[in-house]
């Protein structure tokens, strides 16, 4: 007969200190990575074990609780596996493969020496094992894996990540990044390779084309090889979270977001600048916030799922189609356009190209702040760019709640006014009041930008279309912003 599963995944134990003060959070099952928490991916995970329930302990209380029922109701013939929240799986088929094999033997059996995830075969020999693990003076990993004569699992499927350097390396190891891309990293340094090579050569020459007074903000790049197939190019690791990493855990306060915008104005402050006709200067805006977004918007409608998203936008919102959202938002556009071409005032300038939170590392302790994927160039004149685009990338990530759509954490309901919204838990007003003043210090108008910030999201939907959902939201919120900047 099939042993039953059931997955406990122990979310008691407070994150430490250091960790605390990075991501503010007080229990690794609420860390964020790669859209989903990891009490979400442990819960994932059992399901694909087909595991008969996932318990989540929160408490020493929800332990003693879980023990008494297990024992209560006699699940002898079931294994237990019990999870330490603070690891990370470095293997993730290795790991089911080997959860599936000790539930196959009965065995009692642990992924590691520390005993981060073991599995266990009956409701005795959990209690036995739990008695020995959080004893009032705790029994040492060893002591308890002889007593109990624990099979140790030889390969490397989890890391601790409750030491600090492992949660660096776990929270900003893997860069976000879309199909056409690849990163690998090691201790030292990583390395980005795509198919689309002149977009891999473009962000490696951009370094050495841009003035040297700028190339203090970004990582350089090196080594950039080329074949038939495949172009790449290394850069320096950095054990930094991005500001999108610290921006969705909430891990920002006032002072350290002051701090954050004072960096921010540096660089946005020392960017080149070259004065150009206003021919050229208009030019560049209507490429960028006009024909993009026309193309990108054709590129939409040959989707399938467009005619029901349609639907959908017609029944939930105050326009009858997506493409009278697009109408509406070149109407907004066209309102605008005059008033931000005087205040660039025929300036072009060296741009990031694409600052959202993501492509920021910061250190909030120190201030040391890195940029990484700008947008690229091969030829002197591209990387002259907008004045206003790295500030509408920054207004999508900070007003537009980028982030959180970006890891998944949001829905999409109907409002009391029966009006499709985008419901975000973790929003910080009074840090976006912040960052409205200090665009209001600087002359601009916000409003106004945040038609440029509409637009980065109605153009960047045919990228995600390997995830309707998010599509839908980025649309969503595309029109909430459109209402916001009326």
């Not at 209560?72 to 929240?85: F, L, P, R, Y």
């Not at 560049?284 to 918007?297: A, E, I, Q």
């Not at 071409?341 to 302790?365: T, W």
Request: proline letters at 3%; a negative charge.
């Amino acid at each position: 007969m099939k042993r039953a599963i059931i997955f406990v995944f122990d979310d008691i134990t407070q994150t430490p200190p250091q960790i605390r003060a990075l991501i503010d959070c007080d229990h690794f099952g609420e860390v964020v990575r790669k859209r989903s928490s990891l009490a979400q991916e442990f819960k994932a995970i059992a399901t694909n074990l087909t595991a008969q329930r996932f318990v989540h302990l929160k408490s020493a209380q929800d332990r003693t609780n879980l023990m008494d029922e297990l024992l209560a109701t006699g699940v002898e013939q079931n294994t237990i596996i019990h999870c330490d929240s603070a690891i990370s799986i470095v293997d993730h088929p290795a790991f089911v493969t080997s959860i599936e094999q000790a539930v196959i033997s009965g065995r009692f059996l642990s992924l590691d020496d520390q005993l981060s995830v073991v599995c266990t075969s009956s409701a005795i020999q959990y209690k036995e094992y739990l008695q020995l693990k959080y004893a009032q003076r705790s029994t040492p990993a060893r002591i308890i894996i002889d007593q109990l004569n624990i099979v140790i699992k030889t390969k490397q499927l989890v890391l601790r990540i409750d030491n600090f350097d492992n949660f660096l390396d776990y929270i900003s190891g893997e860069l976000d990044t879309r199909h056409f891309n690849q990163v690998s990293s090691d201790l030292y340094f990583i390395t980005k390779r795509s198919t689309d090579k002149d977009k891999i050569q473009a962000e490696y020459q951009f370094f050495s084309l841009i003035p040297e007074a700028m190339q203090i903000w970004f990582v350089q790049p090196f080594d950039f090889q080329i074949n038939d197939d495949i172009a790449s190019y290394r850069m320096e690791r950095l054990k930094l979270p991005d500001v999108a990493v610290l921006w969705i855990h909430g891990a920002i306060n006032s002072n350290q977001f002051g701090a954050l915008l004072n960096k921010l104005a540096l660089f946005l402050a020392s960017r080149a600048e070259t004065k150009v006709d206003k021919t050229d200067v208009a030019a560049t805006f209507d490429s960028l916030y006009l024909t993009k977004v026309k193309t990108r918007h054709d590129q939409l409608k040959q989707w399938p799922l467009y005619n029901k998203f349609d639907k959908l936008i017609a029944g939930g919102t105050e326009f009858d189609s997506i493409d009278q959202v697009y109408e509406k938002y070149y109407q907004a556009l066209n309102k605008v356009k005059g008033s931000l071409l005087k205040y660039a005032k025929q300036r072009k300038v060296v741009g990031h190209g694409d600052p959202c939170f993501s492509n920021i590392l910061y250190d909030k302790q120190t201030g040391l702040l890195r940029l990484i994927d700008p947008k690229g160039a091969t030829t002197e004149p591209e990387i002259w760019t907008d004045f206003f685009y790295d500030f509408a990338k920054i207004f999508h990530s900070i007003l537009g709640d980028y982030d959180y759509i970006n890891n998944g954490i949001y829905s999409v309901e109907m409002n009391a006014q029966c009006q499709l919204e985008v419901v975000i838990d973790h929003r910080t007003p009074a840090l976006k009041t912040e960052f409205i003043d200090y665009i209001h210090s600087l002359g601009i108008n916000s409003q106004e930008l945040r038609v440029l910030e509409c637009s980065l999201f109605l153009s960047m939907l045919p990228l995600h279309i390997d995830m309707p959902h998010k599509v839908f939201a980025l649309l969503v919120r595309g029109i909430e912003i459109l209402r916001e900047a009326q």
